[in-house]
Structure formats: C-alpha cells, structure tokens
Nanobody
Framework: VRVVESGGGSVQAGGSLTLACAVS????????IGWFRQSPEKEREGVAA???????FAIASVKGRFSVSRDNAKNTVYLHMNNVQPEDTAMYFC????????????????????WGQGTQVTVSS
C-alpha cells in the first residue's frame, strides 16, 4: 500500500490550499484516510479524517475551515484548507487505516497502517 501527498506550498493567511492523498496498492475500494500535521514546535496531531463509510471529522481548531472529501475514481482523498492561518504551518501527512469505518472522533495514529512522506504547508501573515 502506498499513499502520496501533494499540493503543499506557501500561502498567505486567509488563503486556501487543497492537499491530495493518492492511494495505490490497496485491494479494497473503501478505506479510512487521516490527515495529520507536525511542526518543529509541536507534536504530531490528527487534523481531519474520512472514514470508510465517508463519515468525516475535523478537530475543533480547523472545523469550519478544513474539510475532507474523496474521489473514488481517482483513489484520492483531499484536504480542503480555507482561511488558513500561520498556526496551520506544518508538514502535513496522510495515512490509511484498514480498521476504521465510522468516524466519530479523530482516530489515533496507531490505527493507521500506511503513511506518506508529507507535504509542507507554510502560511505567512
């Protein structure tokens, strides 16, 4: 299984960015994808996720600004980031879980089996 992030870059505060997570080699059509981020000053944190049943969750600090969607035809999951702020600056990772179906809260990272290399997002004020 391979997951690859793309779409990172530099953006001004208040702007928008969409990250993509391309999945390959997974034998099933339904899976959970989690988005995580890590900056040098903070521990890795889960940001948002979409379950195998297409339920979604976003943490409080990004709720209303970030959303997750899926394109089944492209085996790709997207993190739509709107009204980004300097505190959103981080390396963003996506990860696949074969164990999470319904999302009621952000799944812990231990439930994710395959991780991408990350894509950097830098927000300037």
């Amino acid at each position: 299984v391979r997951v690859v992030e793309s779409g990172g870059g530099s953006v001004q505060a208040g702007g928008s960015l969409t990250l993509a997570c391309a999945v390959s080699g997974y034998p099933y059509s339904r899976y959970c994808i989690g988005w995580f981020r890590q900056s040098p000053e903070k521990e890795r944190e889960g940001v948002a996720a979409i379950g195998a049943d297409d339920s979604t969750f976003a943490i409080a600090s990004v709720k209303g600004r970030f959303s997750v969607s899926r394109d089944n035809a492209k085996n790709t999951v997207y993190l739509h980031m709107n009204n980004v702020q300097p505190e959103d600056t981080a390396m963003y990772f996506c990860a696949l879980s074969s164990r999470v179906n319904n999302i009621l809260a952000m799944p812990r990272d231990v439930f994710f089996d395959a991780w991408g290399q990350g894509t950097q997002v830098t927000v300037s004020s």
